[in-house]
C-alpha cells in the first residue's frame, strides 16, 4: 500500500490515512446542504439557528463516528446507543426545523448499514425509513420529500451492508493468510528439527560412544585408541558434510515458490499481478533455477516497497541463443520508484549471483515505469514458454 492508501478491511493507521478516509467519507456530506441551506435562507429565529447548528455539528460528528468503528466486535452496544440518540435527535430537529432535515435518516440508514452486523441493521433501516417517513407525513410539505429520501434510504442502508461484510471478509481473509504463513513457518522448523535429529541422532550417539571406548582404551591400548579417534574424525566429518548438504537444500531458492510469494505479496500490496503458470523446469541446473528465483524475489520486493506501482507483469521464457538455451525473466512494473540513481546493493548482489550462474541482468527504467530482465542457462530445452 502506499503512504496515504487505506485498503478494504484496514484501519488508518497514519494521519495521512485518516485524512483520506475522512475525506472520502466526507464527500456523501454534501447531502447535507439541504439543513444548510435552511439555517442559512430558512427564515429561523436566532435561537433556532445557532440550536440547529449545534444539532447538525453533533449528528455529523457521531456519524462519522460510527463509520470508524465499523467492523469493531465491541461496539455494537454503543452503535445501537447512537443511532437512538442519532434518530431522537433527528426527529427533534424535523419537528422543529421543517421537512429539509429529513435528509438525516439517510444517514442514519447508512450509519446502520455501515456499524451493524446484518442480522440488526434488516431491522433499523426499515425502522429509520420507517421513521422518516412518518414524519414527512406530519411536517409541512414532507410528502414531497419522501420519494426523493426514502428509496436512497433503504437502498443506501442495505448498500452498506454488504459493504461492511467485504470489509468483514477482507479482514478474515487476512488474518487467516497471516495464520497459514505462521503454520507453514512452525512446519518448516519442525521439519527441519526432525531432519537434524534424523542426520545427527546416529552420528552423535557413534562419536560419544566411541569416545567412551577410546579414553577408556587409551592407557592399555594406546594404537586401539587411536583409531577410534579416527573413527570419529570420519565420522563427525561426515555429519558435518550431511549437515550441510541439509541446510543448503532448505536455502535453495525454488522458482515455484517464488512465483506464488509473489502473487501473494503483490496482492497483498495493492498491485494488480499478472503472472506465469507454474514453469516445467526439467533439466535446469539448480544453479540457474536459483539465480532466476532470488532474481523474482529481488524484483518484487522493490515493486511493493518502492516502486508504488499499480500494476505488475512477470514473464517466463524459454529462448534459443547462439550461447544455448537460455531462461529469461522479465518483470516489469507501471510505478515511479525505478532504480534510482544506479544500482542498489540487492541488485548488485543480485548480479554478482546471476553471473556465478553464468546469467546477466538487465534493470532500466521504461516510460511507464522499471523493468528488470534476467537471462540464465537453460541447459537441457525445458517446455517453459513460447518465445519469438
Not at 268 to 277: D, I, N, R
Not at 329 to 336: A, C, I, M, Q
Amino acid at each position: 500500500m502506499s503512504g496515504t492508501g487505506v485498503g478494504i478491511g484496514q484501519r488508518p493507521e497514519t494521519r495521512k490515512q485518516m485524512m483520506v478516509k475522512m475525506l472520502w467519507t466526507g464527500i456523501w456530506l454534501v447531502y447535507l446542504s439541504a439543513p444548510v441551506s435552511d439555517l442559512l435562507h430558512g427564515g429561523h429565529g436566532v435561537v433556532a439557528v445557532v440550536l440547529g447548528w449545534l444539532g447538525l455539528a453533533g449528528f455529523v460528528a457521531w456519524y462519522l463516528a460510527l463509520l470508524f468503528r465499523t467492523g469493531r466486535r465491541d461496539a455494537q452496544d454503543f452503535v445501537l446507543v447512537s443511532l437512538a440518540v442519532l434518530s431522537a435527535e433527528s426527529t427533534l430537529l424535523v419537528l422543529t426545523l421543517g421537512r429539509e432535515w429529513l435528509v438525516l435518516f439517510v444517514y442514519v440508514s447508512i450509519a446502520s448499514g455501515a456499524a451493524l452486523p446484518l442480522r440488526l441493521a434488516r431491522w433499523t433501516i426499515p425502522a429509520a425509513s420507517a421513521l422518516m417517513a412518518g414524519l414527512a407525513l406530519v411536517v409541512a410539505d414532507g410528502t414531497e420529500y419522501i420519494g426523493a429520501l426514502l428509496i436512497p434510504a433503504l437502498l443506501g442502508g442495505f448498500a452498506m451492508t454488504g459493504v461492511r461484510e467485504l470489509v468483514r471478509t477482507t479482514v478474515e481473509l487476512r488474518e487467516a493468510r497471516a495464520r497459514v504463513a505462521q503454520l507453514a513457518a512452525n512446519e518448516e522448523r519442525l521439519r527441519l528439527a526432525r531432519d537434524l535429529h534424523d542426520l545427527l541422532g546416529h552420528s552423535l550417539s557413534l562419536i560419544t560412544l566411541k569416545s567412551e571406548l577410546a579414553g577408556r582404551m587409551l592407557p592399555a591400548h594406546p594404537d586401539k585408541a587411536a583409531q577410534q579417534v579416527a573413527d570419529i574424525e570420519q565420522v563427525s566429518r561426515q555429519a558435518l558434510v550431511d549437515v550441510r548438504e541439509a541446510v543448503s537444500g532448505y536455502r535453495r531458492a525454488r522458482l515455484a515458490a517464488e512465483l506464488a510469494g509473489a502473487q501473494v505479496a503483490l496482492t497483498a500490496a495493492g498491485v494488480t499481478a499478472a503472472l506465469p503458470a507454474e514453469p516445467d523446469l526439467t533439466g535446469v541446473p539448480e544453479e540457474s533455477e536459483s539465480a532466476l528465483a532470488w532474481a523474482l524475489r529481488e524484483a518484487v520486493t522493490n515493486v511493493v516497497r518502492h516502486s508504488g506501482a499499480r500494476g505488475c507483469t512477470v514473464e517466463l521464457l524459454h529462448r534459443q541463443t547462439l550461447d544455448g538455451p537460455r531462461l529469461e525473466l522479465t518483470v516489469e512494473d507501471d510505478g515511479s520508484g525505478g532504480a534510482g540513481n544506479g544500482p542498489g546493493n540487492g541488485l548488485t548482489g543480485l548480479t554478482e549471483r546471476l553471473e556465478k550462474a553464468g546469467g546477466t541482468l538487465e534493470a532500466t527504467g521504461t516510460r511507464r515505469g522499471f523493468r528488470l530482465v534476467a537471462r540464465v542457462p537453460a541447459g537441457a530445452a525445458a517446455d517453459v514458454g513460447s518465445a519469438s
